[in-house]
């Protein structure tokens, strides 16, 4: 089994950036796409970056492009999510999350997920 636990969320003003990271531990993760996405109150989980076992691919949606940044640390099974330029829309709970997904924008398609960080924008 994996588990995954998220940190560095926060309270921050538009424009500003934070980076957050993903701990994986039980079993390595290094063979996982490793994803992000987040849930705003009232709103669906929503995908938000998706990185391949070697690093070598990765796929945004659409909002965040040019914006965010997604990356890993096999040997510290580490997944992080530079956040710049960030937006109030951007207020969310942030989930990391790992599989082999046929698709990486579903989140059905993951088997392991984390508890969540939130990450509050303020205008």
């Known amino acids: 089994q994996v588990q995954l636990v998220e940190s560095g969320g926060g309270l921050v003003q538009a424009g500003d950036s934070l980076r957050l990271s993903c701990a994986a531990s039980?079993?390595?993760?290094?063979?996982?796409?490793m994803a992000w996405f987040r849930q705003a109150p009232g709103k669906n989980r929503e995908f938000v970056a998706a990185i391949s076992w070697s690093g070598a691919t990765t796929y945004y949606t659409n909002s965040v492009k040019g914006r965010f940044t997604i990356s890993r640390d096999n040997a510290k099974n580490i997944i992080y999510l530079q956040m710049n330029s960030l937006k109030p829309e951007d207020t969310a709970v942030y989930y990391c999350a790992g599989g082999r997904p046929s698709r990486s924008d579903l989140p059905r398609e993951y088997d392991y997920w984390g508890q969540g960080t939130q990450v509050t924008v303020s205008s």
């Open positions: 039980g079993r390595t993760v290094s063979s996982y796409t």
